[in-house]
T-cell receptor, first 114, second 111 residues
Framework: ETGVTQTPRHLVMGMTNKKSLKCEQH?????MYWYKQSAKKPLELMFV???????ENNSVPSRFSPECPNSSHLFLHLHTLQPEDSALYLC?????????????FGPGTRLTVL | GQQVMQIPQYQHVQEGEDFTTYCNSS?????IQWYKQRPGGHPVFLIQ?????EVKKQKRLTFQFGEAKKNSSLHITATQTTDVGTYFC???????????FGKGITLSVRP
């Protein structure tokens, strides 16, 4: 409904698995973001992409690997995750990375790491 | 780094009551954005405030930016069950449109 879609909506994985989260925006935006939302914590920005170029990496462990093949698609590749990585992972987009742009969020992927 | 604080994290009101919540910072903010996240949903942008003392209204919701640009308020008149959700404030910090979010306040409304 917001023009940002995410798949899968739910994911359960073991610590040795490799999986990928996908995000697609249909809004013609140039900036895309990955956020992590855990219980009782603020939304945490993970990565920012501007026109397919990563412009911000917020000290995220290397077991999270983002990929932005074009301005409409964003992936988050996951490998050897830990149980504490269980969270809601939200993708968002905005017109560009200039300040004061509202961000449009996707529905999120609920990730459980066993 | 610049932070925005939202306290308390939970509030319960009776339907029809007014509700006010605040977003506070120890430093001057460039802007404030407010988002609402319904239970099981994702954050949805509500409003942005940029100017000192700015007031914006959306139906029963009134948003205000403090004169010193260090705080913001969200006021809901005559709450309804559809107002249930978590309200986040956020501010742009640094470059690249980075948004720093508060922890949010979760509002429940008793019918």
């Amino acid at each position: 409904e917001t023009g940002v879609t995410q798949t899968p909506r739910h994911l359960v994985m073991g610590m040795t698995n490799k999986k990928s989260l996908k995000c697609e925006q249909h809004l013609g935006h140039n900036a895309m973001y990955w956020y992590k939302q855990s219980a009782k914590k603020p939304l945490e920005l993970m990565f920012v992409y501007s026109l397919e170029e990563r412009v911000e990496n917020n000290s995220v462990p290397s077991r999270f690997s983002p990929e932005c093949p074009n301005s409409s698609h964003l992936f988050l590749h996951l490998h050897t995750l830990q149980p504490e990585d269980s969270a809601l992972y939200l993708c968002a987009s905005s017109r560009d990375v200039s300040s004061y742009n509202e961000q449009f969020f996707g529905p999120g992927t609920r990730l459980t790491v066993l | 780094g610049q932070q925005v604080m939202q306290i308390p994290q939970y509030q319960h009101v009776q339907e029809g009551e007014d509700f006010t919540t605040y977003c506070n910072s120890s430093t001057t903010l460039s802007n404030i954005q407010w988002y609402k996240q319904r239970p099981g949903g994702h954050p949805v942008f509500l409003i942005q405030l940029v100017k000192s003392g700015e007031v914006k209204k959306q139906k029963r919701l009134t948003f205000q930016f403090g004169e010193a640009k260090k705080n913001s308020s969200l006021h809901i008149t005559a709450t309804q069950t559809t107002d249930v959700g978590t309200y986040f404030c956020a501010t742009n910090t640094g470059a690249n449109s980075k948004l720093t979010f508060g922890k949010g306040i979760t509002l429940s409304v008793r019918p």
